[in-house]
């Protein structure tokens, strides 16, 4: 398997789990406390986290292979 290939699944695999974490993390957050946020609110961050530095790959690599090739 190549680099391109596994990032690419995991980008679509952390989007899944993305989605999973959103639920409950909009629940606690409407309807929790203000004041102290429930714990699971901060849930979605780490895996949008991942979708930014897989995603940004995935951007970024079709323009390095033209500079790649040009030169």
Known sequence: MSTE???RKTHRVVA???LITIVPAAYFSFTGDPSSPHPLVY???LPLLLLTVT?????????TRRRR???
């Open 69 to 71: 090739a040009g030169a």
């Open 5 to 7: 290939s596994v990032i």
């Open 16 to 18: 899944g789990l993305f």
């Open 43 to 45: 849930a979605p961050l």
């Open 55 to 63: 995603g940004t790959y995935q951007l970024v690599l079709p323009w």
